[in-house]
């Protein structure tokens, strides 16, 4: 009882100084389209030694210097339009006060937002309200030295160039294609493959170079472009004297940098494995860099720098460049550690079979962090839980690392208070008190539970290629995932370690987790649309599937109240059961390489949309007046010096607006050329 009572007496401090933070900090920044910009604390940055906190300078620095990289790899047409646009936005000499530069000012937040031409999430390309005639007559009416013209270039002929790409919607119409049944490197409009590659002749390619791999094999195809020259499929390396060289190199000059001011021998290593890797594009490296990283427990700063996620790729292999620095919420990591100290007891009381389980976690770690600065893919949307590495063998040798973001959920949650969401969707005051009482807490525990047992429970069985449900890999993974936490979370063992005060609290997380993939996530998404992005699809696919297989028992279903739809759980229970049964499912395809069946389950269950429900959601929700996107503006941390250029302290502020960023991080972080 009294680790149960400790824990839950630093959590209601932690929630103590939120409200206190809260009270004079304006958490909302700027509102367009579909998105609502936010700020977010750093609280305790202050508190950190100087060398910690230079060790946050140098390595915010170089998350932000690799900004260019993640627009280039979205489209190729990303950093000439962006450098257009911001000229425009800043040089136009015409009538600044006109609908057409107030629609021009309009996509350029969207891109901003989108870091390119297409939605962060839906990744479908943005709709520029402004007409050709005025882009044409914007770009001619801006002063010259600011547009991004090649050598004997004119303003017209750049306007003439980018035309198309802007306006044409059949032309790069999506950036990740998902679609069943087409060819999805041909399909889709982002930068990871060269023109006139198919999807067959990446597969062969990989399947090739994977022949012979061993039993740890390296990421292939992580940090390249795939091309062809002379008929001939080719890799373009990203690394120092290759691909996005002039970025990894200032990357790579505040690297070494942190290193000189790492906390520790362990950490200082990491940094220069990084480094290695940046330098030789090796993927060997790139695993001794992932090991080495896994094993750094012991320091307070942390971070993530380079080609992560491959959710951009439609087929999972290539990674986006993404940085996100971070120290540790020492406070609330208590609860973390508990989860992390009892993973081989989560894992051998999972309900998959026992060949596909680990007959020994190893390294799994978590803690809670705070964001101190997001970049790359983690900016302006970012994750709230990250759990890395992603490679198999890495996972089960030497452990993962699983974070939860709790400045980032405190932005959200206090962003979000009071504004009719719960009051509009939710069945009954039962549902919505459950919320109010459990929602925060559930949250970020299911969040841990994700990140940090789910990605790291369950094994592939010997001679399972990593990447055997290709298109439908990611779904599966953030689906089993999701359903790990959502079991383990109706667990009386929680209650029993002192994360959830009784078996009530649970509940909160089963009914918004079911009400959101049944109904709420539909208001991302655009009529008549099927569902694309990984997440959505999984969250919709676990839900749509205990749906399917609860309906007939009662255990959760649909009601209509003065003409509008409601979810109703009748039976949390047995909806536990179903999610049991089916992370048993899902753990059999992912550690089988059930290609077929992993493309059942997200077909039947996770891109198709009811679409007169669809209607009514978005009609409700636009009556509330709410973004159904959010995104971030980050702090700005300024170097103290003493007179002799000695560094003495790091200051952070929180004044920087959303479009006054971009254009600084534009002028002070673009090293690539506009045309790669």
Not at 234 to 246: F, I, R
Not at 337 to 351: C, G, L, M, R, T
Not at 373 to 390: E, K, M, R, V
Not at 456 to 477: N, Q, R, T
Request: charged residues 25%; negative net charge; proline residues 4%.
């Amino acid at each position: 009882m009294r680790k149960l009572s400790f824990i839950f007496m630093t959590l209601s401090a932690i929630a103590c100084n939120r409200q206190e933070r809260a009270r004079d900090f304006d958490y909302t920044v700027d509102r367009f389209a579909d998105i609502e910009i936010l700020r977010y604390q750093v609280p305790d940055f202050e508190n950190l030694s100087l060398r910690q906190k230079l060790l946050v300078y140098y390595l915010t620095q170089a998350a932000l210097e690799g900004r260019d990289i993640l627009y280039d790899q979205n489209c190729r047409y990303n950093l000439l339009i962006r450098r257009t646009l911001e000229a425009v936005y800043q040089g136009y000499r015409g009538d600044r006060g006109s609908e057409g530069f107030a629609n021009l000012t309009l996509y350029l937040k969207q891109v901003w937002m989108g870091n390119g031409i297409h939605h962060h999430y839906s990744t479908d390309k943005f709709t520029p309200l402004f007409s050709r005639e005025f882009f044409a007559e914007a770009v001619a009416g801006t002063d010259p030295r600011l547009l991004p013209l090649g050598e004997g270039e004119t303003a017209a002929q750049l306007a003439a160039e980018l035309a198309p790409v802007i306006f044409d919607p059949a032309l790069y119409a999506k950036r990740t294609n998902q679609a069943d049944g087409v060819d999805l490197i041909r399909s889709s409009a982002n930068n990871y493959y060269g023109e006139g590659v198919s999807q067959p002749e990446v597969e062969a390619f990989y399947r090739r170079m994977k022949e012979g791999g061993g039993p740890e094999p390296v990421p292939y195809g992580l940090n390249s472009r795939l091309v062809k020259e002379g008929g001939r499929l080719v890799e373009e390396t990203y690394k120092v004297g290759g691909l996005y060289s002039a970025s990894l190199e200032r990357i790579v000059g505040w690297l070494r940098k942190a290193a000189e001011v790492a906390e520790n021998d362990r950490q200082k290593a990491v940094i220069d494995a990084l480094v290695d890797f940046y330098q030789t594009g090796d993927l060997k490296a790139y695993d001794r860099y992932c090991i080495l990283w896994v094993g750094d427990l012991d320091s307070r700063v942390d971070f993530v720098n380079g080609f992560t996620e491959t959710y951009g790729d439609p087929l999972g292999m290539k990674g986006a460049w993404e940085s996100i620095v971070n120290f540790k919420n020492v406070g609330a990591t208590k609860r973390t550690e508990v989860i992390s100290a009892n993973a081989q007891w989560f894992e051998d009381h999972s309900p998959v079979e026992r060949r596909f389980k680990k007959e020994r976690v190893k390294g799994v770690s978590a803690k809670v962090i705070t964001a101190a600065i997001l970049a790359g893919d983690c900016y302006p949307s970012t994750p709230i839980g990250i759990n890395l590495p992603n490679s198999n063998w890495i996972r089960a040798a030497h452990g993962s690392k699983s974070v939860t973001i709790e400045n980032i959920t405190e932005a959200y949650d206090k962003a979000a208070l009071g504004n009719g969401f719960n009051e509009e969707f939710m069945w009954s005051d039962l549902e919505r008190g459950r919320a109010e009482k459990y929602a925060t807490l559930t949250d970020n525990l299911h969040t841990d539970l994700h990140e940090c047992l789910g990605h790291a429970s369950g094994k592939l069985l010997p001679g399972v290629d990593p990447d055997a449900l290709k298109a439908y890999g990611s779904v599966i993974e953030e689906a089993r995932a999701d359903l790990f936490g959502l079991y383990y979370l109706g667990d009386p063992k929680l209650v029993e370690l002192g994360l959830l005060p009784d078996r009530e609290a649970f509940k909160a997380e089963y009914y918004k987790y079911v009400m959101n993939g049944l109904m709420t996530q539909l208001t991302r998404i655009a009529p008549g649309c099927d569902l694309e992005e990984a997440h959505m699809r999984n969250r919709q696919l676990v839900a749509a599937w205990v749906y399917a297989k609860g309906k007939g028992d009662g255990v959760l279903g649909f009601k209509k109240r003065d003409g509008k739809t409601f979810v109703v759980v009748n039976d949390y229970d047995r909806l536990r059961d179903l999610f049991g049964m089916l992370l048993a499912e899902i753990q059999r395809v992912k550690s089988t390489g059930d290609y077929e069946g992993g493309r059942r389950l997200v077909e039947d269950y996770g891109v198709k949309v009811d679409g007169e429900l669809h209607e009514e959601v978005l009609a409700r929700y636009g009556k509330l007046g709410l973004a159904p996107y959010k995104g971030f503006v980050n702090p700005v941390y300024t170097l103290v010096t003493d007179a002799d250029g000695e560094p003495t302290d790091v200051k952070v502020s929180y004044d920087e607006d959303y479009v006054g960023q971009n254009l600084r991080y534009s002028r002070e972080y673009s090293a690539l050329p506009g045309r790669n």
